[in-house]
């Protein structure tokens, strides 16, 4: 081999090693807390009066070292729920239902009585994300949720 082609494969290796190994930028549509959205899923599960009692604010995701978020009481009945991600804030949200507000909500359905006020939380809960990586479904989903579905 010449010297020009070693050079050049050992800088494509170089560049591939540096790639690998360099850490991802994130642009800012990725970290965003989408609030909007957020709110839409919960209009679609819950009663208008229960979905006024829902505050869903946004935590700075660079003062946390993994997702989370955070439940407590607000004035006027609110429950305020906070995150560092849209999936945080969902999950916190979906994590008082269950606990807090005594429901169930799946694929399947929901148990709601969208007659009730809900409920205040007694405290202030904090819950970090207990997996580096989420991701919708799994390889069993098909044979448990599936056949149940109707989208």
């Known amino acids: 081999m010449n010297k020009k082609f070693k050079k050049f494969l050992l800088l494509m290796l170089m560049l591939l090693v540096i790639s690998i190994i360099a850490p991802r ?3 800012a549509e990725e ?6 959205e957020a709110n839409k899923l919960i209009e679609r599960w819950l009663s208008s009066e229960q979905v006024d009692q ?3 604010k946004a935590l700075d ?7 989370i978020f955070k439940i407590r009481s607000g004035s006027n ?9 849209t999936s945080s804030l969902l999950m916190g ?5 269950k606990y807090e507000a005594n429901t169930n909500i799946s694929i399947n359905g929901k148990n709601i009585d969208s007659s009730k006020k809900l409920p205040q939380p007694k405290e ?8 580096e990586n989420r991701y919708a479904l799994n390889d069993t989903d098909e044979g ?3 056949p149940y579905a109707d989208w």
Do not use: P, R
């Open 25 to 27: 930028t994130i642009n």
């Open 93 to 97: 949200w979906n994590w008082y239902m």
């Open 144 to 146: 448990y949720n599936d």
């Open 54 to 56: 829902i505050e869903l």
């Open 31 to 36: 970290t965003s807390v989408s609030i909007k």
């Open 61 to 67: 995701d660079k003062e946390y070292n993994q997702e």
């Open 124 to 131: 202030e809960i904090v819950k970090h994300a207990s997996v």
């Open 77 to 85: 009945d609110s429950i305020i729920i906070e995150g560092t991600s």
